[in-house]
């Protein structure tokens, strides 16, 4: 089964009688259960509406939205669909609600209704999973923003969600927190847990299974991410870029230094380079 099936949705924001603005327009999408899925688009191409439809924060106006199977329309499977998929969302200081990492973690499980000692038991677990478990005693408040990034991914996991929706989740962190949080998402990916990755650094999109490009609510490309990259003409008309070191590798075959165009990786262009050096 799928974890997430789209079925035809449309989803628009009615301001007010002539001012309507058509969001997401006519999508179709399966997401596999355990793969590592990322969606790029342009600045309002409809990335943050159809993490909102996922988990039922909004619902189509027409079309479908199945997470594993439930309707996200329907009101008796609402609460499971909100605990199957968890969402982490670009601000790292909106997502903390305790003064305390712990009682942090323990927020969602406990709304869940989740008995003490299982929340005792999650909150380790999902501290461990993210390297945080030496803070559990700490104030959230004084961490870097990788570091709260990976605070919000542990409040998130420890509601057990089979899917995470990391909705620009590395866009106000610097490199470093980048990457620590990224290394986290695959982890959980290897796991078994269904991860879409909503970014607009082409890198991180490079790790992933299968890359999604939106343009103006719709899909416009969806492939193995070098093959979408690949499509340079088109990652163009999308308005979207190609991964530096390709554009690096572009620009260098142009004036004759024939690394290959189709290189993607960092470590694969300084590999090229040294070897022409
Ligand atoms: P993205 O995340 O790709 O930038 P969004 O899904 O946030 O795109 O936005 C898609 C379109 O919907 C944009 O034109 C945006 O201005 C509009 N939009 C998003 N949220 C709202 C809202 N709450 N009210 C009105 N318009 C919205
Ligand atoms: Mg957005």
Redesign the pocket.
């Known amino acids: 089964m799928s974890a997430i099936e789209l079925e035809n949705v449309y989803y628009s924001?009615v301001?007010s009688e002539d001012n309507i603005?058509k969001?997401?327009r006519g999508i179709s999408l399966k997401i596999e259960e355990g793969s590592f899925v990322a969606m790029v688009?342009?600045?309002?191409?409809?990335?943050?509406?159809?993490?909102?439809l996922l988990n039922g924060l909004l619902v189509p106006d027409y079309g479908k939205v199945r997470v594993f199977g439930m309707d996200t329309q329907d009101k008796e499977h609402i609460f499971d669909v909100r605990k199957s998929v968890g969402m982490v969302f670009q601000n790292p200081d909106n997502q903390m609600v305790a003064s305390i990492i712990e009682d942090d973690i323990a927020f969602g499980p406990e709304n869940l209704g989740i008995e003490r000692e299982e929340i005792i038991r999650r909150v380790d677990w999902a501290l461990d999973k993210v390297h945080m478990l030496e803070h559990k005693k700490g104030t959230p408040f004084k961490l870097s923003g990788g570091q709260k990034q990976r605070l919000a991914i542990a409040g998130i996991i420890a509601m057990k969600p089979k899917v995470i929706v990391f909705?620009?989740s590395t866009a106000m962190l610097d490199p470093q927190g980048r990457k620590e949080v990224m290394e986290v998402a695959h982890e959980l990916n290897k796991e078994g847990m269904t991860v879409i990755c909503?970014t607009h650094y082409m890198e991180e999109a490079l790790g992933a299974d299968r890359l999604i490009v939106?343009n103006d609510?719709k899909i416009a490309l969806d492939g193995k991410p070098k093959e979408v990259f690949s499509q340079y003409e088109k990652i163009k008309e999308n308005k979207i870029h190609v991964p530096l070191a390709t554009k690096i590798a572009i620009s260098l075959d142009d004036i004759g230094v024939k690394v290959g165009k189709d290189i993607m990786e960092k470590d694969e262009l300084v590999d090229k380079l040294c070897q022409l050096l």
């Open positions: 924001y301001l603005i969001a997401v688009g342009h600045n309002g191409s409809g990335k943050s509406t159809i993490a909102k909705d620009e909503i939106l609510g």
